[in-house]
């Protein structure tokens, strides 16, 4: 085991249990109360539409009338993937870790995004493939490395199942430890081949086709298109991943970064902390967090919907709307953080905006 992965606990086998049993569904009063307050604004009823259906939503999850939403933070987590070897991506797996120095200077979109949002960001080696140590020497991001990369997964399973549940259960300590410090959190996500990986997931939960799920990653042309979707179909008849069982979904064909985010996602919920989702990596970790405790869902808020074909059939499986449909395609949180500002939108309307009574107003918004 790497000398990185520093559990911070006594009994590793019931963590996730116990994690598990800190999750209940959104609080029905809080969204009662919400509901109520919204239905009597000055303006037609219901006329913000998604907007007032996120506040209530909000004020569900956090068990606020006032949902404290502006310390934000994005947690990217890095993994590389052994598949690449099969020439599934443009770009080679060392372009992980030269974005993660991207990442750290302030230079990538999501540094730009994140700074109009006014959130944080934060990264967190899972496995990537490069030594990122001097990094985490100086403090610029947080070491949680599993291995270097996974395995490749066309030959056999990407990691064992004891990898699996140590993906999982680091997202989670990351996500205790930076809950005093914040209100919302989102996802994101680098790791070269990480698409591939998120496909095989998808495409194990659903009884969708290969056709219907393979999108170009990183812009593969139509003969590389083929080639990846034929290597997909290798993944999945070798593997044989149990979609009942998430563990094994993200053992055999998912990546470290994507239990990262899986983890993220349950600590998140743990802690009543609303997480916006990402993209399509993004929400295939929310796909294994939901099939491995089902109230995690009631803390998502799907931030986009990529170009990414698969990613539609994602966010029906778990059961959310998403806020924007930009065309995007880039990762790293970057939807994540512009959704942000929709989020401060929608408390702004819960707690801002006057009440027919409160404005002296005669009558109410017709139903």
């Not at 569904?25 to 239905?39: I, V």
């Not at 959130?119 to 100086?138: F, W």
Request: glycine residues 10%.
């Amino acid at each position: 085991m790497p000398t990185t992965y520093q559990p911070n606990r006594q009994d590793n086998v019931d963590y996730l249990e116990a994690t598990f049993r800190k999750i209940f569904p959104q609080d029905n009063e809080y969204r009662d109360k919400a509901t109520a307050r919204l239905e009597q604004l000055t303006m037609p009823h219901w006329a913000l539409g998604d907007l007032m259906d996120l506040a209530v939503d909000l004020a569900g999850m956090t068990r606020s009338m006032h949902p404290p939403v502006k310390r934000k933070r994005v947690v990217i987590m890095v993994g590389d993937h052994g598949v690449t070897a099969e020439g599934v991506s443009k770009y080679p797996s060392e372009v992980t870790a030269q974005m993660v120095h991207n990442f750290v200077n302030g230079g990538a979109g999501i540094n730009a995004l994140a700074r109009q949002a006014g959130a944080k960001v934060s990264v967190v080696d899972m496995g990537c493939a490069g030594d990122l140590s001097a990094l985490v020497k100086q403090g610029k991001i947080i070491s949680k490395k599993i291995a270097a990369g996974t395995e490749n997964m066309a030959h056999g399973p990407a990691m064992t199942r004891t990898q699996a549940v140590m993906a999982v259960e680091v997202g989670i300590e990351v996500a205790e430890r930076l809950a005093p410090e914040v209100d919302i959190f989102a996802t994101g996500d680098m790791g070269i081949g990480n698409t591939t990986a998120s496909t095989a997931i998808v495409a194990a939960m659903t009884n969708k086709t290969l056709d219907q799920l393979t999108g170009r990653g990183t812009g593969l042309d139509d003969d590389q298109l083929e080639h990846k979707k034929e290597i997909l179909a290798r993944i999945l008849q070798m593997n044989k991943p149990n979609a009942e069982d998430g563990l094994d979904v993200l053992a055999k064909v998912g990546g470290y970064e994507i239990g990262g985010i899986a983890g993220l996602i349950i600590g998140a919920a743990a802690h009543q902390k609303p997480v916006l989702v990402d993209g399509f990596i993004s929400t295939a970790g929310a796909l294994i967090a939901c099939k491995l405790e089902p109230f995690v869902r009631d803390y998502i808020i799907c931030a986009h919907r990529s170009v990414e074909q698969g990613h539609t059939i994602m966010q029906e499986k778990i059961g959310c709307k998403p806020l924007l449909d930009l065309n995007l395609r880039l990762g790293e949180g970057t939807g994540a953080a512009l959704a942000m500002n929709v989020v401060e939108a929608a408390v702004a309307v819960l707690t801002e905006v006057a009440t027919f009574a409160d404005a002296g107003v005669t009558g109410t918004p017709a139903k």
